[in-house]
């Protein structure tokens, strides 16, 4: 009975993983102008470490890390420190960034992590490093790719020129990622390129001893004692795999004058996957599985504009029948196709602007996006002129939108007119639009000026489309113009 009131107790004050310490451990090597320098990145995998009881309801790890840099068996730097985790009612990962000076020259590099929560539970990370800085030739610093940027002043170990630049562990861009993010300096161009020179930068893929450009771009830069650059890259249709990205410094005659690379993994599981292979996919830790029935029912509504007309039945019935279930799978296949790297980031960048246009065109009987104007504008984006008209004696409030250029169908100078017959708040409907697909009416004119006296100008009241030129009529000359 004591040994199982002990057990209890301990339970109650560590969660203590069976996994052992993981812990990603990378590196990069700078020059300032005093000499190199090395920044070392640390991440913790909470679920692998102790987390012990602070007080009533937070937790917290801590781990102790001894770094030796030796020379010809020598220690040339060492550092011993204790890393805490953030209190927290939950585990999480945790990070932390040094820096040490450094001669040029080749080190034997090893970091010793060990969790102080648990007696044994420790990981050791040993490797080559090499710092070669000598200033007789342009130079290029180290690739840091990176899991976060945000511009920010703070004191900060992570704070570089005005930013925070968090690492990424292991190198590893996985799932829900669609950018690749780096950062790198160069140096004394401004001593070794008198002109304006290229930086090259690609992604190549990694294969059987082998690489293969996927991307490729360049940048100008001027000559300058030191150019940090800092880049984001589009991965969204780089597929799972092994990678190099490269940077090559070029003068004008496209000569190499300098090459770095960092090796990283990629994994991205549902590129060109098709429909039926998404729906067999297990979503139990997708992004919808977090979305409550009201926000299900909304985002579905939403997607009004733009699912398919062969899927709008479907839609229909799952939000007749309220099966949250197929709710999800719809979604979840549906922003997986269009964002195959990150889902859940397209569908919260449409539904920021759903939200806006349900406001907007806000209805008291439908959802702002529901009404013809709101449908318009998820569908077809944000027009490029809206000329309104609310106080036209011979006619009820209207509104033309303008699309100078119409992706959807190649046209341009593409219109739209709405109307508030009804004069009800927010009730505007569309009446006539030249953009094919759309509602067309040739007789618009004679819709919207149909309780003015001498309307049709045409003379002929079965086909005449024009309204009588008059006093406050300006809706054909507006369209025209």
């Not at 812990?23 to 090597?29: G, H, L, Q, T």
């Not at 805490?84 to 990070?95: E, G, H, I, K, R």
């Not at 690492?167 to 160069?186: C, H, M, R, S, W």
């Not at 004119?445 to 406050?472: F, P």
Request: zero cysteines; a negative charge.
């Amino acid at each position: 009975m004591r040994r199982l009131l002990t057990v209890t107790l301990l339970a109650l004050l560590f969660w203590q993983s069976a996994s052992a310490l993981d812990a990603s451990v990378s590196y990069a090597v700078f020059k300032s102008s005093e000499k190199p320098y090395i920044e070392v990145y640390l991440h913790i995998v909470g679920s692998t470490s102790t987390f012990a009881k602070v007080n009533d309801s937070l937790y917290q790890a801590r781990v102790e890390v001894l770094i030796l840099f030796e020379r010809d068996s020598q220690v040339v730097k060492f550092d011993k420190f204790q890393l805490n985790s953030p209190m927290t009612a939950n585990p999480l990962d945790f990070v932390d960034l040094k820096r040490y000076a450094l001669d040029s020259g080749e080190y034997q590099f090893s970091v010793e992590i060990s969790d102080m929560n648990r007696k044994g539970n420790a990981r050791t990370y040993q490797t080559i490093v090499e710092v070669d800085f000598n200033g007789g030739s342009v130079e290029q610093s180290d690739i840091a790719l990176l899991a976060r940027v945000e511009k920010s002043q703070e004191a900060s170990a992570f704070q570089k020129n005005g930013y925070i630049m968090e690492p990424a562990p292991y190198n590893f861009l996985g799932k829900g990622v669609d950018k690749l993010t780096f950062y790198q300096e160069i140096y004394h161009t401004d001593q070794y390129l008198p002109e304006d020179f290229v930086l090259t930068y690609t992604i190549e893929a990694v294969q059987n001893g082998e690489t293969k450009t996927m991307l490729i771009g360049h940048k100008k830069h001027s000559p300058a004692e030191v150019i940090p650059v800092l880049m984001q890259l589009d991965i969204s249709k780089i597929p799972s795999g092994n990678y190099y990205l490269a940077l090559e410094i070029r003068d004008r005659y496209k000569k190499l004058i300098s090459r770095k690379q960092v090796f990283f993994q990629r994994s991205n599981p549902y590129l060109w996957q098709s429909e039926e292979e998404l729906a067999a996919t297990d979503i139990s830790n997708e992004f919808v599985q977090q979305l409550t029935p009201e926000e299900l029912e909304f985002g579905l509504r939403a997607l009004g504009p733009k699912i398919p007309q062969t899927d709008v039945e479907a839609v229909n019935m799952m939000l007749q029948a309220k099966n949250a279930n197929a709710q999800r799978m719809y979604l979840f296949t549906y922003w997986t196709q269009r964002y195959p790297a990150n889902p859940e980031q397209g569908y919260k960048a449409y539904m920021e602007v759903a939200k806006a246009v349900n406001n907007l065109f806000e209805s008291g009987f439908r959802h702002g996006f529901e009404t013809d104007r709101g449908y318009v504008f998820l569908k077809y984006g944000r027009p490029d002129d809206i000329e309104q008209q609310e106080e036209e004696p011979s006619a009820p409030p209207y509104e033309i939108w303008t699309y100078n250029n119409f992706p959807a169908t190649g046209q341009s100078n593409v219109k739209f007119i709405f109307y508030n017959r009804s004069l009800a708040p927010g009730d505007y409907r569309l009446l006539h639009s030249n953009a094919r697909g759309e509602l067309n009416n040739p007789q618009w004119q004679q819709e919207l000026y149909r309780n003015a006296l001498g309307e049709n100008r045409s003379g002929d009241y079965l086909e005449g489309s024009d309204a009588a030129d008059g006093y406050n009529r300006n809706a054909g000359r507006l369209w025209k113009n």
